[in-house]
């Protein structure tokens, strides 16, 4: 799931050789995962191409959006418990706590989409 680099569009970035590691609030140690400090020219990279997304996205048809929004939830919840033991082990929180915030982010996701739908459906 974690390769430690950065993400800017579809690719990898790892420009830097600066790395951090997460602490573990549950176990008081850092995780043996490290992660890539993002440099300024990965940060502008990825800003610039935000912004050509962005005026892309304002463009797309309300029910592409509708799409846009159930594949991100279909995204976190492929995913799996991977993604709530990871957060346990940042954050402290209990799995269970961490598994209705995730239910709730998906249903949240969703339901703006099914807005989206019936907003489509009056245009």
């Known amino acids: 799931m974690f390769n430690g680099c950065n993400y800017i569009g579809f690719r990898a970035s790892a420009k830097s050789n600066k790395k951090i590691k997460v602490f573990s609030i549950s176990l008081q140690e850092y995780l043996h995962e490290e992660f890539t400090v993002a440099i300024t020219e990965e940060l502008e990279l990825a800003m610039e191409k935000a912004n050509l997304a962005f005026e892309v996205y304002k ?65």
């Open 59 to 123: 463009k797309i048809f309300v029910a592409q959006r509708a799409d846009f929004l159930e594949a991100i939830s279909e995204e976190i919840t492929n995913i799996g418990d991977l993604l709530i033991r990871w957060a346990a082990l940042e954050t402290g929180l209990p799995e269970e706590r961490l598994t209705g915030e995730r239910t709730k982010t998906v249903n949240q996701l969703k339901l703006f989409a099914s807005v989206l739908d019936s907003k489509f459906i009056f245009l």
